[in-house]
């Protein structure tokens, strides 16, 4: 039986090599569509007026705050999601035991981030 960790790398493999082989079959379409989308970037935030060393500063911030939003969204959205998930359902509901239980798993959710960000600073 395939666990899910097995899956997700087949279905990654499998994206990359389609990919690699539609870029063997249309090397030419291929490479103009990326030169048409790296000049519409250029043209859109006008680096194309930027010395090189400027792009590569702009490109680098921009890189660097694109990644941090991602590494954020990925960490902290889907606890984001539940915990109002949770609160909705109380408003809906309005029994105590589903916001007795949402406390406790955002509190047992909370030390554990806590420790884990302790651990990974030590």
């Keep these: 039986m395939l666990d899910s960790t097995s899956i997700s790398t087949l279905i990654l493999l ?4 389609l990919l690699l082989l539609i870029v063997m079959l ?3 379409s291929l490479l103009r569509w990326l030169q048409r989308k790296r000049y519409q970037y250029e043209v859109t935030y006008s680096l194309y007026m930027l010395t090189p060393t400027e792009k590569f500063i702009f490109n680098s911030i921009l890189f660097l705050l694109l990644s941090l939003l991602i590494i954020a969204a990925s960490l902290y959205l889907p606890e984001h999601v539940l915990i109002i998930t949770k609160r909705i359902l109380y408003y809906f509901s309005g029994d105590e035991q589903t916001l007795s239980k949402a406390v406790a798993s955002a ?3 909370a030390k554990r981030r806590a420790a884990e960000v302790f651990a990974s600073s030590s």
Excluded: L
């Excluded at 499998?14 to 090599?17: E, L, Y």
């Design 26 to 28: 249309h090397p030419s």
């Design 14 to 17: 499998s994206a990359a090599s």
């Design 107 to 109: 509190g047992a959710s």
